[in-house]
């Protein structure tokens, strides 16, 4: 049976016009220009020995700089199990490569699966269906388009229809409008975006064709083109004619090819000069020689300058007008389908796994794909492009449903016009987006994916989408994506479980399969076509959308079988023991890889709460090859200090020594001060502790009001800025918002209440407006001063009797007196650079919210030359309880 996976000499995506041809030997492509010159060589050497030379070459050129324990050897590590895991893993990997290659020209093509599979409008008046459904016995299309009938449009067998991987490919012939003829041309192509096209100039196909023969060839090189029978004739006459020979006496012997040559050469030495191939046989004088047949090097030249008369083809391709005129589409725009397929238990209906715009279970109704193909006029218009990474992220993370201030599920262009805008004014140069991709229950936030290539319909449209992602762009904001690959939902309907009829199809099966607390499925990471799939996905989302960058979401579920739920003491054994999933390993590597071969802007982040080591070091080195890794012990860190710690018992060195991280990886390192979980999950905000719910505080006290302020303040300041490149805020926090989030569900009445955001805040003056205009200028210190920026903080003063804390990031001193009650005067602190020290930002400033006891005249210090932690100066700065101050080098004195 013929496969539509084997390797074929040219890549035909319906989208992509260049051809691609690939040596499996090493993965990469080859582009074809104008003149394509081929040189044969041969050689006398053993043919054994030249492929055992190349094979040796190859892997010394592909293992050139590459390193398997390289981040090891780097950070001083020694640790035998986990190195030798390390090399199986590279060992591992390479044989994965290996497989891939025999199956696909490249890691491109491997990524590149949304082009072939799902809904596709072919350029013959068509639409091609293709799906994975191996377990499967017969596949049809079902839809409003075509009565539901299971037997309209079908996957037949012996017209490419299934192939031996589980392939099945249907196409669905657009229909004749009535009283209309078919094409003139069996091929007959045309474009459905513009309304004409060359086609449509009047000229025939026959025309076309005729100039084309006259442009192309040369006077007599087309004679055995235009009269194909008359060499065969010729023959046919000589042999079996009435002048040729009757009997096999009369045949005699054929003379060899050498004296029938010689006797063609003295036959036709007096002819014309002629535009034929010049073609002659060259004898080396050899006995056992093989003649050479030569041509004329000119005439070699012309012929391989020749381009061939494509050109012509695409004249004869017509408009969109033309189509429509003589066709109605197979399957129109917004028509509702699912895949049936007949299986072992019996038949069965799916949504399509590569859908790109899905109705899960709308109104109580049965799920449906959407076909989207919108008009050309309908078609959103991209305006802008992304600017480049910044040095340091400072991420807003959003979630599009909630981010209206009415109870009700706010939509793409709610936000574009209401959010965007505002985030651009907080001082934010990059938004991260969760719950994008589509999910069947609403509460789960989206992390119960059901439909990876389609955007949530119950916000808008694609087209809406790529608005919102356009319009981000042209506010220099970068989009990132909270993609999540390391489960799916258990869904059979909409979702992919069960999606063939059997229970492996993309997940493990038995307990392997389940996540062991979610009830979520687990993918089979070491399959090619599920990595085929999930690859293929995080390149759609670039490729169609334009995403600048993916936080992979729960890392440690797909890492490890017991999906993180185990206790770690960090020793390396943990993290190469049986319970790790080396093929869920080598997945991220190859998506990191090929995902920054094929865009070189984008950004990787990983969300790990284990830090698998080397999550965030170099592919060639060991790693893992993400660009950054999100510190999460910081806010449970905050989380639970504030909930079961009073403030005067606070350690100064634990909370430095938890937002610090890992020092060896500092400058790759995201920071929340509090997440999108702790609020989301059934929990409580710092702001809903520290300032309680709004209008019902109750009987708290503006005295504890203030208290809870200055302190919110503080823990963001020093999240801030004591390390990491980056910064992360969920929607809302940024001013304290009072309220947790609550989604609608049946526990709650379904209601909205606790599932929007409180914008009318900021209208006012008060607690929340304070701590915007904070959070806005801790913004603009760090595109002013560069903070995330600069290397790691010299933190030299940590005092836990006073509860102070004080470090040197660049020339930048940061000060925080975390005590409750006690304020200091005249605190010393030591510095390095002798100067005048001046104050550009004070939590306690009225501004904020705070009462102002630092007056502007103290705002400068001056030094003292006296040796205080372990630095050579010193200053005395005022110190309020719960307050902190940022100084900044402002004139450097000469001693």
């Known amino acids: 049976m013929a496969s539509l996976c084997i390797e074929p000499k040219i890549s035909l995506y319906p989208n992509n016009s260049i051809i691609h041809i690939q040596p499996r030997s090493k993965p990469q492509i080859i582009f074809f220009t104008r003149k394509v010159k ?58 994965l490569k290996a497989e891939i290659f025999a199956r696909h020209h490249n890691l491109q093509e491997m990524a590149s699966g949304f082009e072939i599979l799902g809904m596709h409008r072919h350029k013959e008046h068509r639409v091609d269906y293709m799906d994975w459904a191996p377990g499967a016995r017969y596949c049809a299309l079902v839809g409003d388009f075509n009565g539901w009938s299971p037997t309209e449009n079908t996957a037949r067998e012996g017209h490419f229809g299934h192939d031996d991987y589980g392939y099945w490919f249907i196409i669905l012939e657009d229909k004749l409008r009535e009283g209309e003829k078919p094409d ?33 060839w040369e006077p007599g090189e087309d004679r055995f083109i235009k009269n194909r029978l008359e060499l065969p004739a010729k023959l046919y006459e000589r042999l079996f004619g009435p002048n040729g020979p009757q009997t096999i006496e009369e045949l005699g012997e054929i003379p060899d090819a050498e004296t029938r040559y010689r006797a063609h050469e003295e036959l036709h030495k007096d002819d014309p000069p002629s535009n034929l191939p010049p073609f002659d046989v060259i004898d080396d004088g050899k006995e056992y020689d093989v003649f050479n047949v030569m041509a004329d090097p000119a005439w070699q030249q012309k012929f391989r300058g020749k381009k061939p008369p494509l050109p012509y083809w695409t004249e004869t391709r017509k408009g969109r007008k033309a189509w429509l005129k003589k066709y109605t589409p197979a399957i129109p725009h917004g028509s509702k389908y699912r895949v049936y397929f007949n299986t072992p238990d019996g038949p069965l209906e799916r949504v399509p796994a590569w859908a790109t715009f899905v109705q899960p279970d709308a109104e109580g109704k049965q799920a449906y794909a959407v076909h989207w193909e919108p008009p050309p006029e309908s078609t959103y218009k991209w305006k802008h492009t992304a600017t480049k990474a910044p040095k340091s992220l400072r991420i807003y993370e959003c979630h599009v449903g909630i981010s209206g201030s009415e109870p009700k599920i706010s939509s793409f262009n709610d936000f574009t016009e209401e959010v965007l805008p505002h985030i651009k004014r907080a001082g934010y140069n990059a938004i991260q987006l969760i719950g994008i991709v589509e999910h069947k229950d609403y509460f789960t936030v989206g992390y119960r994916v059901t439909n990876f290539f389609a955007v949530s319909s ?37 979702g992919l479980s069960r999606f063939d009829g059997s229970n492996d199809c993309y997940f493990h099966t038995g307990k392997r399969g389940q996540h062991k607390y979610w009830g979520t499925r687990m993918f089979k990471y070491g399959d090619l076509d599920v990595m085929h799939f999930l690859l293929s996905n995080l390149n759609w989302w670039v490729s169609e959308y334009k995403i600048d960058g993916f936080q992979f979401h729960s890392l440690a579920s797909m890492l490890y079988t017991h999906n993180g739920f185990a206790s770690f003491s960090g020793d390396l054994e943990e993290y190469c023991n049986q319970y790790v999933d080396k093929d869920a390993l080598m997945y991220l590597i190859l998506a990191n890889e090929i995902l920054h071969a094929l865009h070189p802007n ?54 430095t020594s938890t937002l610090l991280g890992n020092r060896n990886y500092a400058d790759k390192m995201l920071i929340y001060a509090e997440n999108h979980h702790q609020s989301i999950s059934g929990g409580r905000s710092l702001a809903e502790i520290l300032l309680g719910q709004g209008n019902d505080r109750g009987p708290q006290s503006n005295e504890l009001l203030l208290r809870g302020s200055s302190l919110l303040k503080m823990i963001k300041l020093i999240t801030f800025a004591i390390g990491g490149h980056g910064y ?62 600069r290397g790691l903080p010299n933190i030299h003063h940590v005092n836990e009797t006073n509860m102070v804390i004080s470090y040197i990031r660049g020339p930048l001193l940061f000060v925080f007196n975390f005590h409750p009650t006690d304020s200091y005067e005249r605190y010393c602190i030591g510095v390095d650079e002798a100067g005048e020290y001046q104050v550009i930002l004070n939590t306690d400033e009225i501004r904020y919210g705070g009462q102002g006891i630092i007056k502007e005249e103290q705002y400068l210090q001056r030094t003292v030359s006296r040796r205080v932690d372990g630095l050579r100066n010193c200053i005395e700065v005022p110190l309020p309880s719960g307050t902190a101050q940022v100084y900044k080098l402002s004139r450097i004195l000469r001693i």
């Not at 069996?186 to 442009?215: H, L």
């Not at 808008?460 to 220099?476: M, N």
């Not at 599932?755 to 210190?781: H, I, P, Q, S, T």
């Open 458 to 494: 119950r916000y808008g449209t694609p087209e809406d989408f790529k608005r919102l992602v356009d319009e981000a762009h042209g506010l220099g904001l970068l989009v990132f994506l909270d993609i999540v690959q390391a489960y799916s939902a258990a869904d059979d309907m909409v």
């Open 728 to 789: 992360l805020n969920f929607m809302g926090n940024e001013f304290g918002h009072p309220k947790r989030v609550e989604f609608p569900m049946p526990s709650n009445n379904n209601s909205f209440s606790l599932a929007n955001r409180c914008w009318d805040l900021l209208e006012k003056e008060g607690v929340y407006r304070d701590l915007f205009r904070f959070d806005k200028d801790l913004m603009k210190l760090d595109k002013t001063q560069n903070v995330l920026a």
């Open 602 to 655: 984008i950004i990787t982040i990983a969300e790990d709460v284990t830090f698998y080591p080397g999550l965030c070091e170099p592919i060639s080195q060991g790693g893992l090859g993400f660009d950054y890794y999100v510190n999460l012990s910081a806010s449970e860190m905050w989380l639970s200090l504030l909930e079961n710690t009073p403030d005067h018992e606070w350690s100064m060195s634990k909370i």
């Open 184 to 216: 003139e041309l069996y091929f007959q192509q045309y474009n459905y975006v513009d309304d004409y096209d060359k086609g449509d100039s009047g000229v025939t196909i026959e025309e076309v064709f005729q100039r084309a023969n006259d442009e192309y």
């Open 38 to 95: 081929i040189k044969i060589k041969c050689s006398s050497t053993d043919p054994q020995q030249q492929r055992f030379t190349r094979k040796k070459k190859s892997v010394a050129e592909t293992e050139k700089g590459v390193d398997p324990v390289g981040f090891l050897t780097k950070l001083g590590i020694t640790h035998k199990a986990f190195a030798q895991f390390l090399r199986e893993r590279h060992k591992s990997l390479k044989d």
